[in-house]
């Protein structure tokens, strides 16, 4: 479920995934490419302090205040689009409410 939502997203979304450090992502796929299998290996190994995070990248550099607006209200779109991610990681523990 979690990947048939996620192919619907628009282009440019990848997920990411970490074992702790956002900053240097272990894995990251297109959301387009983003299968059962993958979510099953990502899942298998996420533990403590991992993330698996939905992302959407600018260049901060050419990053205008409505830019940033925009790219807020993408992330929140998406997240309305793909449910089954968001339920996903509610029950893993990995968001809190």
């Given at each position: ?21 956002v ?49 807020v ?8 689009q ?10 893993s523990?990995?968001?809190a409410?």
């Open positions: 479920m979690v990947a048939t939502q996620a192919a619907l997203l628009a282009d440019g979304f990848e997920m990411a995934f970490d074992t702790g450090d900053a240097r992502p272990t894995e990251v796929l297109a959301v387009k490419s983003v299968d059962a299998a993958w979510l099953g290996t990502i899942a298998s190994s996420a533990v403590g302090v991992s993330h698996l995070r939905l992302r959407l990248r600018m260049d901060p550099l050419t990053l205008a205040i409505q830019d940033a607006r925009e790219l209200g993408a992330g929140r779109q998406a997240v309305e793909c449910p089954a991610l968001w339920d996903m990681l509610s029950a523990g990995h968001l409410p």
